[in-house]
């Protein structure tokens, strides 16, 4: 009996996904360990947090910020053969993303906007606020493959300049500069990541939730709680299999969650912890930062740069 065309057309399919499922690498499961990288310590004697990690090119870039008047920040750059240098000493970031051409794009609370930092050292205000004020504190970011920007605007460093919103909101910058407010009902708005085909957002919350906001035409739908019960739900970054690699701060652990909100990992730390991005020659080091100490962990999945 000859085969339908719509079942050889789903038999193709099927074969390329699992062609692209091997190719990928298996992500973790069970209980893993991450060794502290011993070349990064804290810059400043007061306390503080490194933050927002970012592969750009051969390095890893992160904010360095401490909890003084202000919260003082600097991008640091740790380089593939270990040394560690200041790539922008006065940034006021938290979280960092790279865009298509390569830029740092900063999440500033000292400025409370994003602002988008050139090799040359030129910086540009993306987005500097909305329906008239400037942001909370702008903590984490999503770039999407067509240039569309989400944020998380907490209220966490709220203090570092005057003003801010009277919500704390999860915002999208469209490719025309438009900022919209994607939600303001979620208390606390932390980590952010896109799916891997850019079509979900993912946005956790101190309400402890995991929501994913399906994304149709370029703009983000009602959001469905994906994973309940996360403990200080931080950063969070995505393999290239779609599973979220999820920061839990004082639990000192990152939690593995497949799409469908399928716990398949945990990775412990030995300190409180922020964010994590992969990076790596092969994009397959997954690298945690937290209270003034850098993670990382040689896996066989790749997976986003932040």
Not at 183 to 206: E, F, K, M, Q
Not at 218 to 244: F, K, W, Y
Request: glycine share 12%.
């Amino acid at each position: 009996m000859p085969v339908s065309t719509n079942v050889l057309f789903l038999s193709l399919a099927l074969v390329a996904k699992n062609a692209l499922a091997a190719s990928c690498g298996a992500p973790p499961s069970g209980m893993l360990q991450a060794e502290r990288v011993a070349a990064v310590t804290a810059s400043r004697a007061e306390p503080g947090l490194f933050e927002g990690p970012v592969w750009v090119k051969d390095a890893l870039y992160f904010s360095d910020f401490s909890f003084a008047k202000g919260f003082p920040s600097r991008v640091r750059k740790l380089a593939q053969d270990g040394t560690v240098s200041t790539a922008i000493e006065d940034s006021g970031s938290n979280g960092l993303a790279v865009d298509a051409d390569g830029r740092l794009v900063l999440a500033s609370h000292k400025d409370k906007a994003l602002v988008r930092h050139a090799p040359d050292g030129q910086a540009v205000r993306l987005a500097a606020g909305f329906k008239g004020n400037v942001f909370n504190s702008p903590n984490d970011i999503a770039i999407a493959g067509d240039g569309t920007i989400y944020f998380t605007d907490p209220d966490w460093q709220k203090a570092a300049a005057p003003g801010g919103q009277p919500v704390t909101g999860v915002y999208r910058v469209g490719t025309n500069g438009e900022v919209t407010l994607v939600d303001g009902t979620r208390p606390n708005p932390n980590g952010i990541a896109l799916s891997p085909a850019g079509d979900v957002l993912y946005v956790n919350a101190s309400d402890g939730l995991l929501v994913a906001y399906p994304i149709v035409e370029g703009v983000p739908q009602a959001g469905r709680s994906l994973v309940s019960g996360l403990e200080g739900a931080d950063g969070m970054t995505v393999d290239c299999h779609g599973n979220l690699y999820v920061t839990e701060h004082a639990a000192q652990r990152v939690r593995v969650f497949s799409p469908q909100g399928k716990q398949l990992a945990t990775i412990r730390v030995d300190a409180n912890v922020t964010n994590a991005a992969f990076g790596g020659k092969d994009g397959k080091t997954l690298y945690i930062t937290g209270a003034g100490a850098l993670w990382q962990l040689p896996l066989v999945v790749s997976g986003m740069p932040y």
